[in-house]
């Protein structure tokens, strides 16, 4: 009987052995997989927000700044990737909008945002020999934003476009900047298009005021177009120069007759009010020629005319300027009495085609130069809303996020 105990322990002993073995076999397995588990959950929270962050700032596929956005989010995240790597990244913008294009979840209304990221991980039993992972080992996530567009949200977009002499020169990192322009234009009218033909209960529009010394506009008691001034002197009559900033401001919204005309000059460009007639626009634009200087708030207050004739729930006014103006202190001094405060106000008091209520939004593109040096314009607007173009493809891509996400809902994840 004793011998026979002696031998069962004998047995249990090696059987312990034997598990024991198995046990520290399978420990780091078991240890770096429930770590990249956890990484694994930490990256898949990091792809959804990079999805949704990714769709607000609403650049093309693959574009650096997406990029590195989403790189960001990963690292803070998953902080502890293997020091010898950097994330892989992919980010995707399709427009599901496009005839013959296949979102998820037969998703028609607006972009899809898609986000891929892997990390490389260091294993905490980096000898094969033991088992575990191997050395490192990768860990993958993937991630979607769509962004609505329903037909709720259409826009009205006013521009306030300088087209001084200036404009025939080059971006400092670019091609001509009149040239940019028209091509923006184009695209812009090409993106609204596409929100247009949803059949929305009210049309996206997209109207222009291009301006010099003075824009082009037809007077209210005639047809003929002409080289118009929005100063008015302090007895209320039209002064080329040196406006009486209250009357100005007080009157800015009333449309002026012909004796506020300098010349009957049109040959070059003229205002283009708001319309859902897109292609006639583009080409209407695309034939205007830049001449003289540049005083913007002759610009500012001609696209503010056009902007309140605008029936949807979304309005902009959009300065773009590439230097500083002739009439300079004549700006300021209508900054500082109000004329961007009351262009928003009285353009909020509206409502919309469906009785919402109407938001307003200014802002200002220095193109090819900082626009921080021109302080009536950056008081006009708040330091907020400018921005400085330098390259090409910088003026479409901001004006597209600003008609894309203007007061409205950035997306959510599906």
């Known amino acids: 009987m004793s011998n026979s105990r002696k031998k069962q322990k004998g047995i249990a002993s090696i ?38 962050a990714v769709a607000a700032l609403n650049e093309p596929t693959n574009s650096q ?34 005839k013959g294009v296949s979102c998820l979840a037969k998703f028609k209304s607006g972009y899809q945002y898609g986000v891929q990221v892997m990390v490389k991980e260091d294993s905490w039993f980096g000898n094969p020999k033991i088992g575990g992972f191997g050395r490192s080992y990768d860990v993958s996530s993937a991630a979607v934003s769509q962004k609505v567009m329903t037909s709720s ?28 322009l028209k091509n923006t234009v184009s695209k812009i009218v090409d993106h609204l298009k596409i929100a247009n033909s949803n059949h929305p209960p009210s049309l996206s529009t997209l109207g222009a005021a291009p301006y010099g010394a003075f824009t082009h506009t037809t007077p209210s008691d005639s047809k003929t177009i002409c080289e118009l001034t929005q100063a008015k002197s ?9 406006p009486d ?23 070059w460009y003229h205002d283009i009010p708001l319309t859902s007639e897109l292609d006639k626009f583009v080409a ?106 330098t390259k090409d493809e910088q003026l479409w891509k901001y004006i597209d996020s600003l008609v894309d996400n203007f007061a409205e809902e950035t997306g959510h994840l599906r």
């Not at 521009?159 to 900047?177: E, I, N, R, Y």
Request: hydrophobic share 40%; aromatic share 8%.
């Open 15 to 52: 059987i312990f052995v034997l598990m024991l073995a198995g046990m520290v076999a399978l420990f780091p397995l078991a240890t770096d997989a429930a770590h990249a588990l956890q990484t694994r959950a930490l990256l898949d929270d990091a792809s959804e927000v990079a999805s949704i």
């Open 245 to 267: 900033i209250q009357t100005t401001i007080r009157d800015m919204f009333k449309l002026k007759d012909k004796s506020y005309c300098n010349t009957n000059e049109s040959r």
């Open 234 to 242: 302090k007895s209320g009559t039209a002064t080329v120069w040196n």
């Open 284 to 389: 209407t634009f695309s034939k205007f020629s830049p001449v003289g200087s540049t005083v913007s708030w002759n610009g500012i207050i001609r696209a503010a005319q056009l902007l309140i004739k605008g029936h949807n729930p979304r309005r902009l006014l959009i300065i773009i300027s590439d230097g500083q103006d002739y009439g300079y202190k004549d700006t300021q001094k209508l900054v500082n009495h109000g004329l961007c405060k009351n262009i928003r106000d009285k353009i909020n008091s509206q409502k919309a085609f469906d009785g919402r209520k109407v938001t307003t939004g200014i802002f200002f593109v220095g193109f090819g130069y900082d626009p921080n040096l021109n302080a009536p314009l950056v008081d006009c607007v708040g330091k907020d809303h400018i921005f400085e173009v």
């Open 153 to 180: 949200s259409p826009v009205d977009v006013s521009l306030a476009t300088d087209f001084s002499s200036s404009m025939q020169s080059k971006l400092p990192h670019g091609s001509v900047k009149i040239d940019v």
């Open 65 to 98: 700044d997406s990029i590195s956005l989403v790189t960001n989010y990963v690292d803070a995240y998953v902080p502890d990737q293997s020091p010898q790597s950097v994330p892989s990244v992919t980010v995707s913008r399709t427009n599901c909008q496009t």
